[in-house]
């Protein structure tokens, strides 16, 4: 089993900045897993925002809605990814979800890909 508990949410102002980060734990999540973020703003589905892969193939995504402003890590000795969120808008409101799973090939952009999920951390931005 994997455990991941994100962090780092809050209240910020249009055109600042947040920092998310997504512990992971548990015997089997490895450096080969591929993590993945995604939100939810009330009464909308589940959506992408970004992915990286696990060591091996070294690559990152991002939904268009993001692309330029945010930008995915991870720290393999710490088991630990991060969101930086810069540039924020009111739209970008939203219950930011960490995932995570052992394929090394996926559909990075559909959430049913994904074996395990954090409990989430509120974002929320101010106009």
């Known amino acids: 089993q994997v455990q991941l508990v994100e962090s780092g949410g809050g209240l910020v102002q249009a055109g600042g900045s947040l920092r998310l980060s997504c512990a992971a734990s548990g015997r089997t999540f490895s450096s080969e897993h591929a993590m993945g973020w995604f939100r939810q703003a009330p009464g909308k589905e589940r959506e992408f925002v970004t992915y990286?892969?696990?060591?091996?193939?070294?690559?990152?995504n991002y939904a268009d809605s993001v692309k330029g402003r945010f930008a995915i890590s991870r720290d393999h000795g710490k088991n630990t990814a991060y969101l930086q969120m810069n540039s924020l808008r009111p739209e970008d409101t939203a219950v930011y979800y960490c995932?995570?799973?052992?394929?090394?090939?996926?559909?990075?952009?559909?959430?049913?890909?994904?074996?395990?999920w954090g409990q989430g951390t509120q974002v929320t931005v101010s106009s």
């Open positions: 995932a995570s799973t052992d394929k090394a090939i996926l559909r990075y952009r559909d959430r049913s890909e994904y074996d395990y």
């Open positions: 990286i892969s696990g060591i091996t193939i070294n690559s990152t």
